[in-house]
């Protein structure tokens, strides 16, 4: 994980999490002039925007790409495209269901990356300290310098603090598929109707623009939940869904990930959460906190941008 100095050497805002939530606070924060410290028991930033390397090349394991309808995501995203760290991808997906034909259909722009998700957010925390491996407990939390951020799930917060009206997740074991040559019925990715094991897929080579023949899928909750201890289990039942849907034959090598804590069940009336507790202000933000439209990157960045705005207004 990257880490150097800020300029502050007490910073006064803590923040626990460094997905893009937690980023786009540290970013608003510290353009303002407070020091800021991100802590995350991850080794790597980025959260659900995960792009570890397999077999020899990032793929995107977690968020497969982002939307842009908001208007400051767009003036970031707009920066991130003229650096060639993100391109418009698509605006179509297929749909597949099994015994059927595929179709698409067409939606907003999805927007993706050359480097994995996971490069926006290690952009975003250039030049602010970031604390890896350094999984934060309520003791740990009252250790913590200052005013605190909690940008994470709402069950990973509610480990630390109280979190106001809490929301569930749902998990989801993604399921990383190598094979030999490329050959599928779609272009992109796919969503999957009514299957008990794959909800989506997408063709990592396309969205990374590398061409690589490999295929990342997600599970459907009911399988994840079924497979939570062992995520390997999991690999099986998709395999033979792509199998099914695509007509592939077994991929080469295969990569499993589970996300307890993936895509939440409802959402927030508001963009933040704030609760005061023994004198300490304690801040919420996350995907979660998504009062219009579905949680996704761009309601995590609104969210962690509004974090920021509240604490300055504060002072
Ligand atoms: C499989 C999957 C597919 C998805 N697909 C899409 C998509 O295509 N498009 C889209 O827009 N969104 C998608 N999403 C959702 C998107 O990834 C999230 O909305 C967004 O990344 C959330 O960011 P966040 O900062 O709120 O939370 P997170 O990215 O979860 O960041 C929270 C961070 O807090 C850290 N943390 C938690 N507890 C502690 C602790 N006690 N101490 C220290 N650190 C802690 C975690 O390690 C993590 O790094 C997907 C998510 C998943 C899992």
Redesign the pocket.
């Known amino acids: 994980m990257d880490s150097s100095s800020t300029s502050s050497p007490v910073p006064p805002v803590t923040i ?8 786009a606070c540290a970013v608003a924060l510290r353009a303002a002039g407070v020091g800021v410290r991100v ?4 080794r790597a ?5 995960a792009s570890p390397v397999l077999h020899g090349r990032r793929v995107d ?7 842009v309808r908001d208007p400051g995501f767009e003036t970031v995203v707009g920066g991130w495209e003229a650096a060639g760290l993100a391109h418009r991808w698509t605006n179509t997906f297929g749909i597949l269901a099994a015994g059927e034909a595929p179709t698409s259909k067409s939606g907003p722009d ?1 927007w993706s990356t050359p480097g994995g998700l996971r490069s926006l957010v290690r952009t975003m925390l250039e030049g602010v300290q970031v604390d890896g491996d ?4 309520r003791a740990g939390l009252a250790q913590l310098a200052g005013t605190v951020v909690l ?3 709402d069950p ?2 509610g ?2 603090a109280p979190v106001p009206s809490p929301v569930d997740y749902d998990s ?1 074991i ?1 399921v990383v598929c190598g094979f030999a040559d490329r050959g599928w019925p779609f272009a992109d990715a796919a969503f999957v109707k009514e299957h008990p094991d794959v909800e989506f897929v997408a063709d990592d080579g396309a969205r990374r623009g590398d061409d690589a023949a490999v295929l990342v899928a ?1 599970s459907t909750a009911g399988l994840a939940a079924r497979c939570l201890d062992d995520p390997q289990r999991a690999v099986a039942p998709v395999v033979a869904g792509l199998r099914d849907l695509l007509g592939v034959g077994a991929p080469d090598w295969t990569h499993a990930h589970r ?1 307890t ?3 939440p069940t409802g959402g927030h009336d508001a963009t933040r959460g704030f609760s005061e507790t023994d004198g300490r202000e304690i801040w919420f ?4 906190w998504c009062p219009e439209g579905s ?6 960045w609104r ?2 941008t509004d974090v920021a705005a509240a604490i300055l207004d504060r002072r």
């Not at 626990?16 to 937690?22: D, K, L, M, P, R």
């Not at 802590?39 to 991850?42: A, F, L, P, Q, Y």
């Open positions: 626990v999490g460094a997905g893009i939530a937690g980023a802590i995350d028991r991850g930033v980025g959260g659900r925007m394991i977690g968020a497969g790409y982002f939307t999805r350094t999984d934060v407990d940008a994470m799930p990973q917060a480990r630390l989801v993604t997600h996300w804590f993936a895509k933000a996350g995907d979660q949680p996704r990157v761009e309601s995590a969210s962690g």
